[in-house]
């Protein structure tokens, strides 16, 4: 894997001088198409072994580039709201918006690979976080991202070589710290260990280039005409959609069975019961937010289901029961600016709540599956591969102890006609009809289609469904309420019981 | 000033109960206005002593509102990416956007008065605090949003007698802290301290309703009528700009002295001169930022300039001595949608950088009073006002040790000229030549006067302009590098010298 980075690559400095002016005036040149253009992002991982030459490269192509266009992130020690979040958290909140170059000195890389060779970790924890890299990777990939990553290489030779300098020179000493040395005597552990891990996640969409580091010049030509390169070429390609494959059919339907047709929908709860009942589960899902261990997780809670299902209602008895200032109820609405300028997911990632919080979604990131498949609005590659991406994440929320529940709420064409109509005629309940959710009554049964494909392919075991037959808009108020207490008090239990997690910290991150 | 919150007001619960329903719907009805026409926000802030019932109150307001609109903040502990900032950028990023009801329970005076009562700071530190609210609300009414400030009240007597009550009840038990009997004990001191509070940050924009916390019927209603008669008439009134007040004018100019004519626009470093002197203070720039005493401190540095004066190019000769990690470029263009829906000064609040890190604007908060004022994109009333808040703004940065530095890269006509034709017959550089540089031109002496005004008004002695003479880059970039580097200079050892502030830990917070 690394033999070709360790011929001795060099570069003499007449070739250098040469070339360098041409190449950062392309590079400018690139750079300004992709900034005026904004129709991708570049993100751009530097890393490698201390001393390959990491922050001077990041450096030179900071000087190279208009620097008003790149982002630069260190990623030193997670902050305390980055903590209280899944690990990619804070990754998802640097990412580089449209027309921008992110560069990444430090990555999502380098913890799992650092806790492995400090033995923190098994080999299974680091192939587990490898392979959701990889998932991110090929999600930022197929939402136009341009991702390039870069591994500076060092024989162990060349490394002590280069320790030993940076030590002798007094303008570089301070560079050299304990924990180079450290990881000297690591040398070959960390070389395996990274060797697997790049062979693991080297893709079509993002692979790795290995560099020698040995040589400044030769390191920063590589890397400028990579980076040259493949922007340029994206550019040049125009933004065809990356995809057009085509995916395999939904379950075809063949019998009568059907998922949402098989509830029962006359189910129903009587007034009296209904208040006696909503107030001990309000009761009890108070009691359930004030327990101290709710301070160790947090709730995601996600409302969908059919236009007048009664999703606002059903939040309203929800948030009710709660203190105020721990919950946000997330309304989805079209995307910003700001937002379309990121891949999908990172408008629901931004939102994702502190520890002792809940964050209530009336609507979600399942839009993607449900209306943007049914109205055309995105490409059929992209809703087919949405099921994956969010399972991927709900299975990073479920690792970080987020609770994740997810209620469908449907009604019967017929009920939603009956509350169409009356809310037509009800005046204070006008704004709440509009011309489109009588359109989309004409697509009932696509969208029946799609929720059915929804439920089937994303309703795990870490993040199940619940379908709530909300006909009676009392019984789907109870349902709710008694699934998200009940989901609460198993999290809660399980957290008791759970020895704490081992401890991440206590590993030097580098300056 | 608290008499009329003692006379023991109530609210019989039949007159409560008829008056309830039709509260809500106009409440409600009222929302969804605000929320259609994003017109403005609200912010309001419920506060009051202990047992007085602000909790319960807001978590009624949030039953009667359409929860999906409303952000409320409980504002406890800071985190640490807070505290790397100035004291209000918590509040900051937190204000709701236009269209949202933003709920304060802890605000910009928690803090203030809590430090007062327990002794940590003197009168004059309180008054100052509260000196800075009255700006920034001031500022917050002139953007147009709708700020309500509701302080609940209770008599020595009632409040025990709240407390007692509560403790009695097994349910409620737990809600009564340690922290409150303490503060119980201080009951006079908070009256006093309080009293004075609200009596100096009751403003018109912004008055105070002090309102007694002894009934929750009483208060409720109280709340929510205020709410909705704010709203109300907010609403009704249109968005018609508030304020049409004439300015007083500039100074007039009597005789020939200018202060950007005075400069000596002939200065010029030789090539030779200009690399040695640039290296050198390259590196000492990079030595000031590798001191151990900067990762205390942060920079904003602000590059404003004629067009074509050569921003870019001496941001990189800065940027050029960085590591990539610890800066970031931000160039102010037009702003995002999101940054629209929210007070002029927020998009820049948003990018203060954390402890040890420098944020370099490529163009500012200044466009206000520079393009804005000159291209008519904002009323007179709006940039008048801009000074004062930017003074404001600046002295919360330099409170928080910031180094705040600021430049003025200026040039005259007849080099602006040379330039422009030399940028439209280099290819590389025709992107940085547009028609509306060309029109800009033609306001050569509105620019001007722009600028006097700026600079007679904005350069104060915790952060004042510096004008660089630019018709030579070489002069500017060494200027500016030497400018800089003497700022940090000062900064750093003023910084080693001083002994840390008083801690501001310690108080215990509302649970």
Redesign the interface.
Known sequence: MFESAELGHKLDKSTYDEELPRLR?QL??AQ?ELV?QKGFQVILIVSGVDGGGR?ES??S???WL?????????MGEP???ERDRPDMWRFWRALPPKGKIG?F?GSWYSMPILERVYGKTKLADLDDALDRNVHFEKMLADEGALILKFWFHLSKKNQEDRLKSLQKDPLTR?RVTERDWHHFQLYDKFKKTTAHALRLTSTAQAPWYIIEGTDERYRNVMLGKLLLESIRKRLDAGHAPPHSIGNLPSLPRVDEHHLLRSLDMTQMVAKKEYETRLESLQGRLALLT?DPAFQKISVVAVFEGNDAAGK?GA??RV??AL?????????IAAP???ERAQPYLWRFWRHLPRRGRLAIF?RSWYGRVLVERVEGYCSEYDWARAYNEINEFEAQLVDHEVVVVKFWLSITNEEQLARFKAREITP?KQ?KITEEDWRNREKWEAYEQAVVDMVDRTSTEIAPWTLVEANDKRFARIKVLQVLCDSLDKALKRHRDKSSKKSRQGIPRNG
């Open positions: 005036e400018l040149q300004y005026s922050r990041v450096r192509l900071n000087e208009d620097p008003r266009h790149v982002e630069t992130h260190g902050s305390d709201e560069v000195q301070w004030r606002g939040i309203r948030t009710g203190d105020a200032r721990m919950f946000q109820v997330i309304p910003t600016e700001e009336d204070f704004f």
